[in-house]
């Protein structure tokens, strides 16, 4: 299995504008995770799906920022518009469960937004 | 009281040498416990699973202190490729997983 993956793999925007980050997870994996981490606030949970559904978004920093699964393979993070406090490595992750498998993280997303 | 803390560190380590660090909890009820290894600019990686009292992985141990609520991790004969940041994770019985902030660890030759 070529593990999660995750696209672009560096962003760099202006203010203002829309970003789309993209997630392919593990196939099998019920559930899919979008972390953002910055050094002043660590790893933080963004949103988390099970079986496409959205299940806890209460990290979902505010309404410029929106996550959708369409199907089990594939989930998008967007930010509409962005600022330059978004500016982080967003990350995706899948796992087989919530509580009793490990997280397999993608290689993560550089965003810059200037 | 955050829901999991870790000692941010860094800990430096001479190399060959021991190190251990914490990871408190205050959900009681947790069953799960992990340690992921992150290194710089790369994503987390699962480092080792604990489910009873503890686990044990070559130079990695791992031990679990449900009365204290802690867990550790202890890396014997430290390598220069130990250096990294150390990330627990205590999946909770409900609500929102968590992860530590992340112990940094500095192995020097």
């Known amino acids: 299995d070529a593990g999660v993956i995750q696209s672009p793999r560096h962003e760099v925007t202006e203010m203002g504008q829309e970003v789309t980050l993209r997630c392919k997870p593990i196939s099998g994996h019920d559930y899919l995770f979008w972390y953002r981490q910055t050094m002043m606030r660590g790893l933080e949970l963004l949103i988390y799906?099970?079986?496409?559904?959205?299940?806890?978004d209460s990290g979902m920093p505010e309404d410029r920022f929106s996550a959708k699964m369409p199907n089990a393979s594939f989930s998008t993070l967007k930010i509409q518009p962005s600022e330059p406090r978004d500016s982080a490595v967003y990350f995706c992750?899948?796992?087989?469960?919530?509580?009793?498998?490990?997280?397999?993280f993608g290689p993560g997303t550089r965003l810059t937004v200037l | 009281r955050k829901e999991v803390e870790q000692d941010p560190g860094p800990f430096n380590v001479p190399e060959g040498a021991t190190v251990a660090f914490n990871c408190t909890y205050s959900n009681s009820a947790s069953q799960s416990f992990f340690w992921y290894r992150q290194d710089c600019r790369k994503e987390p990686k699962l480092l080792m699973s604990v489910y009873s009292s503890g686990n044990e992985d070559g130079r990695f141990t791992a031990q679990l202190n449900r009365a204290s609520q802690y867990i550790s991790l202890l890396i014997r004969d430290s390598k220069l490729s130990d250096s990294a940041t150390y990330l627990c994770v205590v999946p909770p019985s409900w609500g929102k997983l968590q992860f530590g902030a992340g112990t940094q660890v500095v192995v020097t030759p």
């Open positions: 799906f099970n079986n496409n559904v959205p299940i806890d």
């Open positions: 992750a899948s796992s087989l469960d919530l509580r009793y498998n490990e997280q397999f």
